[in-house]
Structures are given as structure tokens and as C-alpha cells.
């Protein structure tokens, strides 16, 4: 049996903790760091590669769910046993699963006819995260990051969407005038704006549409508004004046998912 | 002119640091604290009571909105100016705004015939305080928190919900039969569940209803169980087996305003 790893300055640990922290380390090699139990039996699942997986026996055995996924990881190619301690060095959660890895970039097929999402410099990686674990759940085609949304293979946004990389395709760090060619010839562009008088329930969701979230602090993008053909607002009682991203965004898209599938049935 | 506080040792600041750090504390005093501009004009408009408010001039003025505010503030019993440092020393938040002062718990009056929220035990103080964002916003009239709930008067919880505590009435550290005595004979009472066979939309929200939101990690609780009329079920595509409980209980809410607004017009 080959020893584990118990140094935290192996250079797999360091190659984990870089590509933590740095998002060009992220981009240069086109790697993110997945951790726990979920999150890597998803990303086996779905094919992606992994490279440089670390896990820790015992601490991984003693699940049940672990205990599988312990007996498929003992023998993949790159993966190598490591102390609990040393997993904790190359992980960002506070209690590690016992298992860490690298995961490359995945490249997905993009279906067609469906809603697209772009995030418009959204920049709290908690409310990207959120908004993409939403896009996957109302079926969402494709996710366009427009440079100054949150780095989408950042450890809080992985966490956040607790495994939707691996299904949804995301494009990011594009500009607009590079997101004009990408984006089909949509029925409708929506942006939501205080000033919006199109409540978001009145639009018909079951055309091919395109929803712009934008920034937390400042709303949509002056470039946004241009390519927008209707302004949608969310009607709300009270006093409250708006809503979070994260929020706002989701109430729209299972909106737009109940009059598909009601369009549908 | 009163010379203002210039050390983080004085009574005053110690209180807010208490009030700010323990739950006991703010149950003792019926008290809690908010910070910042917006926080304290709303809780000023809403006429709930403040005591021990602090404010930083220059800082606050470097605002037109601080500067109306502090033209406010100056006048009012029991304000005190303060260096930016003890505001700070005070404040919960990274940025204070040179504004921090104890609001008592509002105590408001309850509308007839709407939607209750019972939060059953949600635990995260970032998803309790956008539940109470959302409940204001979807015109919820009522919001029961059941023990093992965040405590809506914690800072986190209350910088989330921007305001809501001065406009919603708001129950907490209920035990279930207290619950049962609280709630007027709801025609319906949901709660969601990966078992649920009824789509949350296909539920007609105009009727009084009580909307249970369970705990981010086990979901509602038996005693939940027992007394739901209906489990209700959020349809979802892709791998996505659950959602965040801000997101799950915001997707609900606003669907009944939804129907409610339609059902009204």
C-alpha cells in the first residue's frame, strides 16, 4: 500500500490551495476545486475529469455514501490518499468531507429553444451560485456571465450551486459586444427595473427569451437596458423596495418554468 | 455643545455591544440594534422607539441623505454624537455608516385573512431575514418563528431583511402548541417536501393559508407534518433534488401574491 500524504506542503496541496484562492490560476489551467462527497460522485457522474483527488480513508468510510464512493476512488487514475489534515489544508469548507479534488472546466452540449440567463456583473459569489442552481432547476439553456459577475469556479459560487456546473452550460468573462454574437435571435430580451411596468407573470414565458440579472448595488447595466426590449417589474406590497438578485432572479425563472409547463401539458 | 463620545469603553457603546452579541441580552431588554442610514429612518417613519442612538456628524453628512437624517437625529432625546471609531466599535457591519442606535421590539398590529409564515427552525440568518424581506413583499401578515429558528432580531437577520421588522409582525421562540393557539383555523395549512404531489401553484392562495418553511438541512419537522392539510411540491428540471429555504419559501410567496393580485383584480 502506498503511503498517504501527510505534508500539507505536497505540491498537490499546493496546486488545491492555489487554485483556490486564485482565479488565474483557475483560468490558466481551466480546473476548479470540488470538495465533499456530493459534489465529487456528481462530477463522476457526469463525466468531467478529475485530476489530483485527495481523500482520507477512514474520515471518507464513515458514511455509508462515503464508503461507495471511497471503493470507486481507491483505483482512478491520479487519486491518492491523504491525512484528514492535509485535506483540510486544500479545502475551503470549515469541515471537509474527507475528499478534495480538481476538476476540469466541463464543456456541454447547449440544447436549444430554452430561456438563456445572463448575470450582469452579479457579484456575490453565494447569489451566483444560488442563480445557477435555479437556471438548472427551471430548465435554463445557458448561463452568459458578463465580465464583473463573481468568477463561476470560485469555492463559494461551486458550493452554492452544489453541482449544476456539471450540467449547465455557462460561459463567462464575456463582454457584451461578445455575448451579441453568442446570444440567438430571441422573441424577448427582460431586464427588471424598478421603473418596469410589465409585471414579470405578464410576459410569455414560453418564448424563446433571454433574462438579464444585474448587479446587486447598482441594478442592470446601461449596456443592458440598450438590448432589452421589455422592462419587467415584481409587483410588492410594503414598503420593500427591492429584492435580493438571487431572489429576484428565481421568482422570475420559476415563473417562467410554471407557464412552460403548463404551456406544455 | 456636548463634547462627543470619544472612547469604546463608554456605557453606551457597551450596551449596543451587548445587544449586538447576545440573544439573552436582547430578550432581557426587548431590544435590538440597527445600523445605517436607511435602517434608522424607516425605524424613525414606522415611529418605533429608539434609545441609545449614536451618530458620527461629519460621516453621517457626507451623505445628502445622511445629512437630512442627522438634521433628524440631533434633535432627538437621548442621542449622542460619536467618533467614527465608536460607531464602528459598535456596529456589527464592515462599512457603519456613522449611525447605530437601540430600537425597541416593534410590536404591530395584525390584518385579518391573508398568508402566515411559520419558520420552523430555519437556522441561517441570511435565509431568515430574505424570508421576511419576501414575506413583507408578498404581503404575508403574519410571520411565527418556532424555537430553533435564527433569532429575527440578530444583526445578520436584520440587515437582510432591510427594514421589514418595522413593518411585519413578527412571533418568535414559539413552541408548536403555542403555535396552535396563535393561528386563527387556516383553510389550508403547506408544507413543501421532496414527497409533496401537489405543485405549489396548482394551490389556491386565496384562501387563508398557513405556509410552513422548514429547516435548511432536515426540512419541516413531524409536529409540521401533523398538522399540514397539503404537501406541496416545487417542480424542478435537471439534477437539482432541493433548494436553498430563502429561495424555496420566496418562489412560493410570490406565487400566492401572484394568484392574489390576479384573484383581486
Chains 1, 2 share one sequence.
Not at 129 to 147: N, Y
Request: aromatic share 4%; charged share 20%.
Amino acid at each position: 500500500m502506498i503511503e498517504p500524504i501527510t505534508s500539507v506542503a505536497n505540491p498537490r496541496v499546493k496546486q488545491l490551495r492555489s487554485l483556490q484562492a486564485n482565479r488565474k490560476d483557475r483560468r490558466r489551467e481551466r480546473l476548479f476545486v470540488i470538495e465533499g462527497v456530493r459534489l465529487v460522485e456528481e462530477a463522476l457522474r457526469s463525466g468531467v475529469a478529475l485530476s489530483n483527488l485527495l481523500y482520507a480513508p477512514e474520515q471518507l468510510a464513515s458514511t455509508e455514501r462515503g464508503q461507495a464512493l471511497l471503493a470507486r476512488v481507491e483505483t482512478l487514475h491520479g487519486a491518492a490518499a491523504a491525512t484528514p489534515e492535509v485535506i483540510a489544508a486544500a479545502s475551503d469548507t470549515v469541515t471537509p468531507q474527507g475528499i478534495v479534488a480538481a476538476a476540469s472546466w466541463p464543456e456541454l452540449t447547449v440544447r436549444q429553444g430554452g430561456i438563456q440567463l445572463v448575470l450582469d456583473a452579479v457579484q456575490d459569489p453565494g447569489n451566483v451560485g444560488t442563480l445557477l442552481r435555479t437556471a438548472e432547476a427551471t430548465d435554463v439553456v445557458e448561463v452568459f456571465c458578463i465580465v464583473g459577475t463573481a468568477d463561476v469556479y470560485g469555492p463559494k459560487v461551486v458550493r452554492a450551486a452544489m453541482g449544476s456546473h456539471f450540467r449547465l452550460p455557462i460561459r463567462q468573462d464575456l463582454t457584451w459586444d461578445e455575448l451579441d454574437l453568442l446570444l440567438g435571435p430571441a422573441d424577448q430580451v427582460y431586464i427588471t427595473d424598478a421603473a418596469g411596468r410589465m409585471p414579470y407573470y405578464a410576459a410569455d414565458w414560453r418564448q424563446s427569451s433571454v433574462l438579464i440579472v444585474g448587479n446587486e448595488a447598482n441594478g442592470v447595466s446601461a449596456a443592458a437596458r440598450e438590448r432589452a426590449t421589455k422592462q419587467l417589474s415584481i409587483p410588492m406590497a410594503g414598503a420593500v423596495e427591492s429584492l435580493n438578485a438571487a431572489i429576484a432572479g428565481s421568482v422570475i425563472l420559476f415563473e417562467a418554468a410554471r407557464q412552460r409547463r403548463l404551456g406544455r401539458s
